[in-house]
T-cell receptor
Framework: NAGVTQTPKFRILKIGQSMTLQCTQDMNHNYMYWYRQDPGMGLKLIYYSVGAGITDKGEVPNGYNVSRSTTEDFPLRLELAAPSQTSVYFC????????????FGPGTRLTVL | GQQVMQIPQYQHVQEGEDFTTYCNSSTTLSNIQWYKQRPGGHPVFLIQLVKSGEVKKQKRLTFQFGEAKKNSSLHITATQTTDVGTYFCAVGSSNTGKLIFGQGTTLQVKP
């Protein structure tokens, strides 16, 4: 089991560029999440999904989009990157419920210049 | 809405000293989870507490759930440099049905 994998590990974007952060889990979990973590801060929920085809906004969704076409994959799309989106992005998944133990990926470190 | 407060935000200790972080909720909790994030790493699940007054130990780490199930603590005995990192508590929100993470306590250990 690889658990939760994320690509890329690092990325530098210019203002206005777009990109997709990839997240895949092999634990057959229904629930998946995207968080951002600014330096020295806690985790802020961007979007989450309770199953394939179902997504919903979290605390800070503006500037991002998600899709969930399969149980395994939950990509996060950044449109028109801004310096405020410089952060570390973590994908996570949980099995039994949305309050169950969450398993995190290694993160994507994004810098927008 | 439901809030979870974690204190202190930062703690610097000398290696060998003890360390405690506290997590406080405004509402009664069904359970609480603790996670550790090493510098440059990702959060990793440590433990879940469910019962009122529950105490669980993992080597030098002691986790406690309050009698009223509104607070929890993580105590590390005789800290080591390997304990460095940020410790997060997480609680299930009765409003949103999602996990809410505390702001974390960052522990620095001086060798």
């Amino acid at each position: 089991n690889a658990g939760v994998t994320q690509t890329p590990k690092f990325r530098i974007l210019k203002i206005g560029q777009s990109m997709t952060l990839q997240c895949t889990q092999d634990m057959n979990h229904n629930y998946m999440y995207w968080y951002r973590q600014d330096p020295g801060m806690g985790l802020k929920l961007i979007y989450y999904s309770v199953g394939a085809g179902i997504t919903d906004k979290g605390e800070v969704p503006n500037g991002y989009n998600v899709s969930r076409s399969t149980t395994e994959d939950f990509p996060l799309r950044l449109e028109l990157a801004a310096p405020s989106q410089t952060s570390v992005y973590f994908c996570a998944s949980s099995g039994a419920s949305s309050t169950d133990t969450q398993y995190f990926g290694p993160g994507t470190r994004l810098t927008v210049l | 809405g439901q809030q979870v407060m974690q204190i202190p935000q930062y703690q610097h200790v000398q290696e060998g000293e003890d360390f405690t972080t506290y997590c406080n909720s405004s509402t009664t909790l069904s359970n609480i989870q603790w996670y550790k994030q090493r510098p440059g790493g990702h959060p990793v699940f440590l433990i879940q507490l469910v019962k009122s007054g529950e105490v669980k130990k993992q080597k030098r780490l002691t986790f406690q759930f309050g009698e009223a199930k509104k607070n929890s603590s993580l105590h590390i005995t005789a800290t080591q440099t390997t304990d460095v990192g940020t410790y997060f508590c997480a609680v299930g929100s009765s409003n949103t049905g999602k996990l809410i993470f505390g702001q974390g306590t960052t522990l620095q250990v001086k060798p």
